[in-house]
């Protein structure tokens, strides 16, 4: 089944700075999105981004299904960025079962 | 609207025991997915639902089954829990289609001691 690798593992900013966090997958997807989990739990839609470039506010995400990577850029970040960002294509292609990868833990100070 | 709904938020149960967590999905979408998060990782997708019918299960044992009801709620069961059951149980629900995308709920957090 498709593998995710996502990078750094853990990044810490200062509030204001920008970030790239990536997202490789081990083969060819139809469907790709990336979720923010907040302290407490709930896991947030960021994108749904099968290949392209979408943006929202002050993020925006990138994914070059050809080359198998999605990018994920946070602009000017702020402490309620902190948490854990997973992109998570489906498995086997299929829509309703997510691979998750390990996530990046972000953490952003004041 | 609603958003997707778990219920309970927590629980705590010991081994041996069995647990049904409930999921409700936002309205219109007829499909329900289960995952189970451990502490420091990703989740891992446990069922999908659609129609009240298995799409997909993930790598988990027998102990883990689930159903799908009329209204499109869905049932977790997880029967004599063990210590590594301790988890983030997340439902998401989905609308099937080309652009498929979940949308979770907040979660139930399950403690078995």
Same mark, same amino acid.
């Given at each position: 089944g498709i593998?995710? !690798?996502q990078s750094p593992p853990d990044?810490?900013?200062? !509030?204001?700075?920008?970030?790239?966090?990536?997202?490789?997958?081990?083969?060819?997807?139809?469907?790709?999105?990336?979720?923010?989990?907040?302290?407490w739990g709930q896991l947030i839609n960021l994108f749904y981004i099968p290949s392209g470039t979408k943006q929202n506010?002050?993020?925006?995400a990138t994914t070059v299904a050809t080359e198998r990577y999605s990018l994920l850029y946070i602009s000017s970040s702020q402490t309620t960025d902190s948490g854990?960002?997973?992109?998570?294509?489906?498995?086997?292609?299929?829509?309703g079962k997510l691979i998750f990868g390990q996530g990046t833990e972000l953490s952003v100070k004041p | 609207?609603?958003?997707?709904?778990?219920?309970?938020?927590?629980?705590?149960?010991?081994?041996?025991?069995?647990?049904?967590?409930?999921?409700?999905?936002i309205s219109g979408h007829k499909s329900v997915s289960w995952y189970q998060q451990v502490l420091g990782q990703g989740p891992q997708f446990i069922f999908q639902y659609y129609e009240k019918e298995e799409r997909g299960r993930g790598n988990f044992p027998d102990r883990f089954s689930a159903r799908q009801f009329p209204n499109y709620s869905s049932e977790l069961n997880v029967n004599?829990?063990?210590?590594?059951?301790?988890?983030?149980?997340?439902?998401?629900s989905s609308f099937p289609g080309q652009q498929e995308t979940q949308y979770f709920g907040p979660g139930t957090?399950?403690?078995v001691l």
């Open positions: 593998q995710v !690798e990044l810490i900013l200062q !509030e204001g700075a920008n970030s790239t966090l990536r997202c490789n997958f081990s083969d060819s997807v139809n469907n790709l999105q990336w979720f923010h989990q907040n302290p506010g002050r993020l925006s854990v960002y997973f992109c998570a294509p489906p498995k086997d292609n299929q829509g | 609207d609603a958003g997707v709904t778990q219920s309970p938020t927590h629980l705590i149960k010991t081994r041996g025991q069995q647990v049904t967590l409930r999921c409700s999905p004599a829990l063990l210590l590594g059951d301790s988890a983030l149980y997340l439902c998401a957090r399950l403690l």
